[in-house]
């Protein structure tokens, strides 16, 4: 059973428009939530986490939601860029002292020069 | 940040063979783990590795199939045991590491492993 779900396996985006990537999550216990880039032949770049207690979290182009009743998060990039153009895993852990985290499969993003 | 190097980069092994993956970090972790990534999965956590004791397994992996040492806190190895086609996949080491107040997460670039 997937409990982090990314049901967008690609996305294209024209750039200097917004990106929205969208992450749902079945587990109520997941309370911490992370964003991660990953480039071909890279390992994942963190980039951006939330905690349940916050709704927004917010570091220059990228902005992370968080809807706890709907079990729903999403990263915004805007205004995006060809250089955005990657592979993003949400992840989530149910306990952040273990920092053991539950990935998506990930969505590629694509930005259109 | 931290800065993991890992090695290898890639692999292709026989199958019965063994095969052992480095990650060294260049600054003391909190913690360190090991994922794996099968062609069109997500990550899946192997275990976490602890410094000066045994690993500690997720479920469906043991240690007679992937033992993992952690010597000090700046390196750890993953080995992938007896390997069959189906250990073919892409296998990463990540740190969790605290540095001017906030934790930082870091992973390496990841071992492409091809048994065949």
């Known amino acids: 059973d997937q409990q982090v779900k990314q049901n967008s396996p690609s996305l294209s985006v024209q750039e200097g428009r917004i990106s929205i990537l969208n992450c749902d999550y079945t587990?109520?216990?997941?309370?911490?939530f992370l964003w991660y880039k990953k480039y071909p032949a890279e390992g994942p770049t963190f980039l951006i986490s939330?905690?349940?207690?916050?709704d927004k979290n917010e570091d220059g182009r990228f902005t992370v939601f968080l809807n706890k009743s709907a079990k729903h998060l999403s990263l915004h990039i805007v205004p995006s860029q060809p250089g955005d153009s990657a592979v993003y895993f949400c992840?989530?852990?149910?306990?952040?002292?273990?920092?053991?985290?539950?990935f998506g499969t990930g969505t590629r993003l694509k930005v259109l020069a | 940040s931290a800065v993991i190097s890992q090695k290898p980069s890639r692999d292709i092994c026989q199958r019965g063979t063994s095969l052992t993956i480095q990650c060294q970090v260049d600054?003391?972790?909190?913690?360190m783990f090991w994922y794996r990534q099968q062609p069109g999965q997500s990550l899946t956590l192997i275990a976490t590795?602890?410094?000066?004791?045994?690993?500690?397994?997720e479920s469906g992996f043991v240690i007679d199939k992937f033992p993992i040492s952690r010597p000090n806190l700046t390196f750890s190895t993953l080995t992938v045991s007896n390997m069959s086609p189906e250990d073919s996949s892409i296998y990463l080491c990540?740190?969790?590491?605290?540095?001017?107040?906030?934790?930082?997460?870091?992973f390496g670039s990841g071992t492409r492993l091809t048994v065949v």
């Open positions: 990540s740190v969790v590491y605290y540095k001017g107040g906030v934790y930082g997460y870091t």
């Open positions: 587990n109520s216990m997941f309370d911490y």
């Open positions: 939330i905690s349940s207690i916050k």
């Open positions: 992840a989530a852990s149910a306990d952040e002292g273990t920092y053991k985290y539950i």
């Open positions: 600054s003391q972790v909190t913690m």
């Open positions: 590795a602890n410094q000066g004791s045994e690993a500690t397994y």
